[in-house]
């Protein structure tokens, strides 16, 4: 059935709006998982970020004065707001002659989009990470999640911890906990996961996450991530917004959407990239 002419553009931006939101915040993989901050609403577009060194506690004898005072002393981190957007044009013709609910999918499609760029943003900070393990010439093995886990303990990393893979590395890893159609790993619970669902689950004390949005540099494998939430900053300056234009001359109406964030490493040692090749 056609859209009525009768539908309003104030219902067609209204639908655009709902869905846009639930997308942006159902697509984001990532974003959860770091460290959120809220600048909406605060003047400037440089958040600085707090970073506090650790106290070491010592041995102290009976009667002694603790005359000496530790230094108690802060680094700060700086994440810096840019603006993305995408602008979709919307025809009279393609609207009225819509079998389906145009304003929605419209709405999806900005939210994913979005969603996408976010992630992407905080993904490519997987790469600047000092701790690595595995290789872009080879296939992950479960043995490079326990290192990277062992890796963020050793360095006092707060949990939990989570592991961020490209859907090419997750594949791998499943194959090798399913057994590559021979005897699965004695971990039975998360072969026979594997095999059903196609879900890891936890490896190593650590969820797994999967995204396309994990890339790798030019001449390598893909470069995900084992991580605290404290390893990336994600600052938000303007939440996603949406703006309608008439255009009468083209007979259309154009929906822009537009956010403002900025993301940056945080701690890197509370991060450990995860390297391997781009193929299955």
């Known amino acids: 059935?056609?859209?009525?002419?009768?539908t309003t553009l104030n219902d067609l931006y209204a639908n655009i709006v709902q869905a846009a939101a639930f997308t942006l915040s159902e697509r984001t993989v990532i974003r959860p998982l770091v460290r959120n901050y809220n600048m909406v609403g605060t003047?400037?577009?440089?958040?600085q970020i707090p970073k506090y060194g650790t106290i070491a506690a010592a041995a102290v004898a009976e009667g002694t004065d603790l005359s000496t005072p530790t230094t108690f002393s802060t680094d700060v981190t700086t994440v810096t707001a840019s603006e993305i957007g995408v602008n979709v044009s919307?025809?009279?013709?393609?609207?009225?002659?819509?079998?389906?609910?145009?304003?929605?999918a419209i709405g999806r499609q900005i939210g994913d989009g979005m969603a996408n760029k976010v992630d992407q943003s905080l993904a490519a900070l997987f790469e600047g990470f000092s701790n690595t393990v595995g290789s872009g010439a080879a296939e992950i093995t479960v043995d490079d999640i326990f290192k990277a886990a062992a890796t963020l303990r050793a360095n006092n990393a707060p949990g939990p911890y989570v592991c961020i893979l490209h859907p090419y590395q997750a594949f791998q890893l499943k194959k090798t906990l399913a057994g590559n159609g021979n005897t699965p790993m004695n971990n039975h619970d998360l072969a026979n996961e594997a095999l059903r669902s196609g879900y890891v689950g936890q490896v190593?004390?650590?969820q797994i996450f999967e995204t396309n949005n994990v890339t790798g540099p030019s001449a390598g494998?893909?470069?995900?991530?084992?991580?605290?939430?404290?390893a990336i900053a994600y600052?938000?300056?303007r939440d996603m917004r949406i703006e309608e234009q008439r255009d009468a001359s083209l007979r259309a109406t154009e929906f822009?959407?537009?956010?403002?964030?900025?993301a940056?490493?945080?701690?890197?040692?509370y991060g450990v990239g995860i390297i391997a090749d781009a193929q299955l």
């Open 1 to 6: 059935m056609a859209i009525s002419t009768t």
């Open 43 to 47: 003047p400037g577009l440089v958040a």
């Open 90 to 104: 919307l025809t009279d013709i393609a609207r009225e002659g819509a079998a389906e609910d145009v304003a929605a």
């Open 204 to 206: 190593a004390g650590m």
């Open 221 to 230: 494998g893909f470069v995900g991530a084992a991580m605290s939430a404290d």
């Open 235 to 237: 600052m938000v300056k």
């Open 256 to 262: 822009v959407g537009s956010m403002a964030y900025g």
């Open 264 to 269: 940056s490493e945080l701690f890197d040692a």
